[in-house]
Structures are given as structure tokens and as C-alpha cells.
């Protein structure tokens, strides 16, 4: 099955993630299931038993981990997911079983056994902070009788599939049953292996495995460098580390750096290929690597080149890192942020992830401008604005706005171009554009905590500040950096240029 014939997929597009969907892969996920929890509230005070915050819990979630979470991932972008495992016969194992087969996640071979505990890891969280990490992790040994159950769930799950992937955090219970399973039912045509420890599972030779960096300087049996080298000296040692996860291809996420992929030459010429990440200063989200590792076995499994599945795979993690807690992406997620790109965000998607901001107790903030030449006045103010809170939307006029509101002559650069280069400042959260003269309707329906505004402004010239104090929100004027306008900028270059300055405003 290979879709980048039948779709020319040479890059990652929405229509190849639609076409994936449409695809629907079998895959199975074989590995470690825990349960997430998260519990948030506020904390105003300390113990009197001990100097430690007392958290007053507003709100509890429980979501799928680890190998789980993979599997959510997979379904909820479109593949025909078996999950094989094992699960205590507890509260919290019922409690997984059912979120997944809400999820459309086929459970057959998740076992549940009254000879384990289900893994759980609950995380409290107070203003935005994680206070504590409560895992509950207990050391489990199977029965022989438990194995070859497992095994046989596995070699059940594995018929005619496209894809196996292995997830490992470190339990090691699943090698044998899985050595095993391969044993009495054929490969399948794509195995991808996401260990803490990747060398038990060289011998299965998988097609690709996703270490972290600490993980893949682990395989080579040497410390994560400090100075800045390590990507540096993971390109240097890629053949020893491909020998020693036994894989075709190593692809190595570096967090907040993205990833990099040392693979067979054929798709991997002259130097390593890279995947930019998005970053965001998120504190509070997890799993995106299981979201990584789901996105790449389903591209992988549509036959997309490993070079696009890779890129395709760091888009979704891209989106789930924005969020809090552990979340899934789905198609329909990354098809809007693919579509977007760089750029920005239709109004009702905007509203969308404001709207999961505020529920994760976040402060809203947001700004408006034409922003047609970028220059140190506008850096400055978006600094600062980005400090008020903790989201950041930056809405810019669209070019008709523009043009009624500056003259025939603006804009200089189009919406999208202005829109691509806002939301690479690390500061700006979300760019959205809007078609009005004023900001007034988009405040209506958004409603941020804070409307702050360039310091050329007073509150008394702005039509928006009447809007935001009806509804108990904060109005801001930011510092005016003199000589920094667009004015000033384009007059300086029409002058160097010989070139009248019409005078335009800024």
C-alpha cells in the first residue's frame, strides 16, 4: 500500500493526511498502558503538617498513557487500532478499557488480570504549575500462564496488519510475548519501536525506532552532552547507532529542537534530514511523544517516505505540545493546523483554542494592528503584552481593512505574509485576521482577560476599550518606542531610494 503514488505526496499536506485517514491502516500497538490523571485546582496557602502547599481540587481528568495513548492517537487519526496489553482487574483499569473503546480502540487483547496493578501516574497542577507527580507503579513479574496469554493476544492481533508498534516505558514484560508472537505468525510489513531502552528490542530488527536524545545516547552507552554538542555528535555516531537499536532507520525527537532522522541512503542523502518544532513555553503537556510515534507509523504505513513521515509526525506532535495535559491530535485537528501553517487561524478555530486556554485557567490576552512592516516598536509591544498573560493573539487587518483604514497604498506586505512572520515571534501564541475597521466584534465574541494596545495610543482614542470593560476585562497601553513606525521605516527607505515619501501614515 503505497499512498504517495497514488496522491504525489512529496511534502505534508492536508490532503495527504485526508488521504491516510481515508487509508485507515491496521495497526497494532503492543506495550505498557497506564492511566493518566490530572488533577487542578488552586493553591492559596501551606499545611500546617508540613511546609507544602494545600491544593483545593476543582477538576479531575483521567486519560490513556503510554502505550494507550498511542493508540488513541492512531484512532483518532484514522487507523484500525488493536491494542494489545495488560491491565489490573482495578478501578483503574475499568476506567481505561472504557476510554478506549470510546475512542474506537479494539481491546480484545488488552488483558485484565487480578495478578497486576494498572499503572497510574497523577499529576496535581495549581496556576498552571505541576506541584507533584504521583506514580503509582508496582513491579510486575507474569505468570507463565499470563505470558502466553499475552502471547497468544498477540499473535491474535497480528494478522493481516500493516504496522506493529512496540511501546516500551521500561517494564520489559512485553519483549518475550512478542518474540514469541513473531515467531508463529509472519512480520509485519512495517515494525516501528518506541523503547526507553532500545536494545532488548534490536533483535525484532525493527524498520524504525524513535528514541528521545537521552534515550539514543543511552544506546550508545554515553552521557547526554551539556555543551550544545549533541546533535553534533548523534550524526557522528548514526551508524553505531542504527547498529545498535538494529533498525533501518533511527528517528531521534530533540524536544523543543524537533527531531532527526539517520536512515537508509536512499531516502536520507548527504545529511541527516530535520523536522522543526513548534515550540510553545506549555509547561503542563504530555504524551507528545506517543502522538509523534502514531503519526509516523500511520504515514509510514500508508507508504509515505520516511523524510514526509517524519515532518508529518512532528506537525502532530506540534499541535497536541500547544495543549494541556495529555491529548490526542486527530485529523481533522491537523489538517487545520497544516492548513493554517504559518499563518492564521480562522475566527471559529480561534475561539476553539481559547476557549480550552481559559478552561486550563489561562490568561487571555490580546492585541490588534495592521503590523504591514515589521519593525523594533512592534517586537517591543508584543513583548510586553506577551507578559500580562499567558496566551498571546495577535489579530491582524485583513488587506481590505487595511486599504480603507490607510489608503489605496497599504498594505506594503499581504495578510498572510504578515500573519506567517507574527507567528514566528516565540511570544505570539495565535494569529487570526479579521475584515472589519475595528476589533470591536472579534472582542465581542472573544472576550480576553487583557486588550493592550501600542503606547501611541491613549484608552480614551480606543473604541474597543468601552467593549472589553463591559464584560470585566483589562485594558492596557504598552511603551511607545519613538522613531519606530511603519511611517518612520518607510519613509527612511524611500529616501535611500531617491523616492518622494508620500506620507503615508503608520
Known amino acids: 500500500m503505497d499512498i504517495s503514488r497514488r496522491t504525489g505526496a512529496e511534502a505534508v499536506t492536508p490532503d495527504l493526511v485526508l488521504a491516510l485517514r481515508h487509508l485507515a491502516p491496521r495497526v497494532v500497538v503492543v506495550g505498557d498502558v497506564m492511566l493518566d490523571r490530572w488533577w487542578v485546582g488552586s493553591s492559596n496557602r501551606l499545611s500546617r503538617e508540613a511546609p507544602a502547599p494545600v491544593v483545593e481540587v476543582q477538576r479531575r481528568s483521567d486519560v490513556p498513557g503510554g502505550a494507550a495513548n498511542t493508540a488513541m492517537n492512531l484512532a483518532a487519526l484514522g487507523a484500525d487500532v488493536r491494542l494489545v496489553g495488560v491491565v489490573g482487574a482495578d478501578e483503574a483499569g475499568r476506567v481505561l478499557r472504557e476510554l478506549l473503546i470510546e475512542a474506537g480502540v479494539e481491546i480484545s487483547g488488552l488483558l485484565s488480570s487480578a495478578d497486576v496493578a494498572t499503572v497510574t501516574k497523577t499529576r496535581v497542577v495549581s496556576d498552571d504549575q505541576m506541584l507533584v507527580r504521583i506514580d503509582d507503579v508496582r513491579r510486575t513479574v507474569l505468570t507463565p500462564a499470563l505470558e502466553e496469554e499475552l502471547t497468544t493476544a498477540a499473535v491474535k492481533a497480528l494478522v493481516e496488519v500493516e504496522a506493529l508498534v512496540v511501546c516500551d516505558y521500561g517494564s520489559g514484560l512485553l519483549l518475550g510475548p512478542v518474540e514469541a508472537a513473531f515467531g508463529r505468525e509472519s512480520r509485519p510489513p512495517l515494525v516501528v519501536v518506541d ?154 478555530t480561534l475561539l476553539r483554542r481559547v476557549a480550552a486556554e481559559r478552561a486550563a485557567g489561562r490568561r487571555i490576552v490580546l492585541t490588534n494592528g495592521c503590523f504591514d512592516v515589521l519593525h523594533r516598536g512592534h517586537t517591543t509591544y508584543l513583548s510586553q503584552a506577551a507578559q500580562l498573560g499567558d496566551v498571546l493573539v495577535v489579530a491582524v487587518n485583513s488587506d481590505r481593512s487595511v486599504r480603507r483604514l490607510k489608503g489605496p497604498e497599504r498594505p506594503i506586505n499581504s495578510a498572510d505574509d504578515r500573519a506567517g512572520v507574527l507567528a514566528a515571534l516565540s511570544c505570539v501564541t495565535y494569529v487570526t485576521v479579521f475584515d472589519t475597521d475595528t476589533a470591536v466584534p472579534l472582542l465581542e465574541r472573544l472576550r480576553p482577560d487583557v486588550y493592550a494596545k501600542g503606547g501611541d495610543y491613549t484608552p480614551d482614542q480606543l473604541v474597543e476599550a468601552e467593549v472589553v470593560r463591559s464584560y470585566g476585562g483589562e485594558v492596557r497601553i504598552l511603551d511607545y518606542v519613538p522613531s519606530q513606525s511603519t511611517t518612520e521605516v518607510v519613509g527612511r527607505i524611500r529616501a535611500r531610494r531617491g523616492q518622494p515619501d508620500p506620507g503615508i501614515e503608520g
Open 195 to 348: 523503547a526507553h531502552d532500545g536494545a532488548p528490542w534490536a533483535r525484532l530488527r525493527p524498520d524504525v525506532t524513535t528514541p528521545n536524545a537521552e534515550e539514543a545516547f543511552r544506546l550508545l552507552g554515553r552521557p547526554v552532552p551539556t555543551d550544545g554538542s549533541r546533535l553534533r555528535e548523534l550524526t557522528a555516531a548514526a551508524p553505531e547507532l542504527r547498529r545498535r537499536a538494529g533498525a533501518d532507520a533511527v528517528l531521534v525527537t530533540l524536544d523543543r529542537d524537533g527531531s532527526v532522522l539517520f536512515g537508509p541512503g536512499e531516502e536520507v542523502v548527504n545529511e541527516p534530514h530535520r523536522t522543526p518544532a513548534w515550540p510553545r513555553a506549555e509547561k503542563q503537556a504530555a504524551g507528545a511523544g506517543d502522538t509523534f510515534v502514531a503519526a509516523l507509523t500511520l504515514a509510514r504505513a500508508g507508504g509515505v517516505s520516511l523524510p514526509v513521515a517524519a515532518s508529518l509526525a512532528q506537525a502532530a506532535a506540534d499541535v497536541v505540545v500547544q495543549r494541556f495535559g495529555t491529548s490526542v491530535c486527530s485529523t481533522d485537528e491537523l489538517v487545520e493546523h497544516l492548513a493554517v501553517g504559518d499563518a492564521a487561524l480562522a475566527e471559529e
